[in-house]
């Protein structure tokens, strides 16, 4: 069974430019979820997704953070205009089921913003 | 309000030496609570968790954990640590709404 995709792996880039990260969940995985961890910190959810709608996203920074998932599968976040203290792996993960069912990471992608 | 603690920042044992991780959780109902471990460069990987039940549960690699109510907390153990343990160690809370995770233990494993 494939496990959650991330790409990139790994970005740099400066302060005011954008960036987008791409997530494609374990088959069938109904929910997917984008976390920020900084470094030295847990996870921190940014938004879930219940197939192709938003559960929650009280802790997305809707000023510069966006996220979709059109079709109910893979997922992109969007950061514009990146800040510093954006740097930071963002986490994706999937769960088959969405209030109980355990969280399926993907490696993350990492942010370094100069 | 809902929190998972995490109080020791980071641990060094001996490798063959035994492992007590700690997790506190705040949360008014029955918790669904999780380890995940990350090696470095990696995403976080489910050990073992806890729906209801028996509350010894028993995780991969030889890990286990404890769920005591009357403490709200769910410490992660292993009798003999191995080199390949060395990793970060984040213990989860479910309220069947959202994951609230700690902040992480970081083991180093010495020979």
């Known amino acids: 069974e494939a496990g959650v995709a991330q790409s990139p792996r790994y970005k740099i880039i400066e302060k005011r430019q954008s960036v987008a990260f791409w997530c494609n969940p374990i088959?069938?995985?109904?929910?997917l979820y984008w976390y920020q961890q900084i470094l030295g910190q847990g996870p921190k959810l940014l938004i879930q997704f219940q197939n192709n709608g938003v559960v929650d996203d009280s802790q997305l920074p809707k000023d510069r953070f966006s996220a979709e998932r059109l079709k109910g599968v893979d997922s992109t976040l969007k950061i514009q205009p990146a800040k510093l203290e954006d740097s930071a792996v963002y986490l994706c993960?999937?769960?088959?089921?969405?209030?109980?069912?355990?969280?399926?990471f993907g490696e993350g992608s990492r942010l370094t913003v100069l | 309000a809902q929190s998972v603690t995490q109080p020791d920042i980071h641990i060094t044992v001996s490798e063959g030496a035994s492992l007590e991780l700690r997790c506190n959780y705040s949360?008014?109902?029955?918790?669904?609570l999780f380890w995940y471990v990350q090696s470095p460069g990696q995403g976080l990987q489910l050990l073992l968790k806890?729906?209801?039940?028996?509350?010894l549960v028993q995780g991969i690699k030889g890990f286990e954990a404890e769920f005591k109510r009357s403490q709200s907390s769910f410490n992660l153990r292993k009798p003999s640590v191995h080199w390949s343990d060395a990793a970060e160690y984040f213990c989860a809370l479910n309220t069947g709404n959202q994951f609230y995770f700690g902040t992480g233990t970081s083991l180093t494993v010495i020979p």
């Open positions: 806890y729906f209801s039940g028996d509350t």
């Open positions: 088959s069938g995985h109904a929910t």
């Open positions: 949360y008014g109902a029955t918790p669904y």
């Open positions: 993960a999937s769960s088959l089921e969405p209030n109980t069912g355990e969280l399926f």
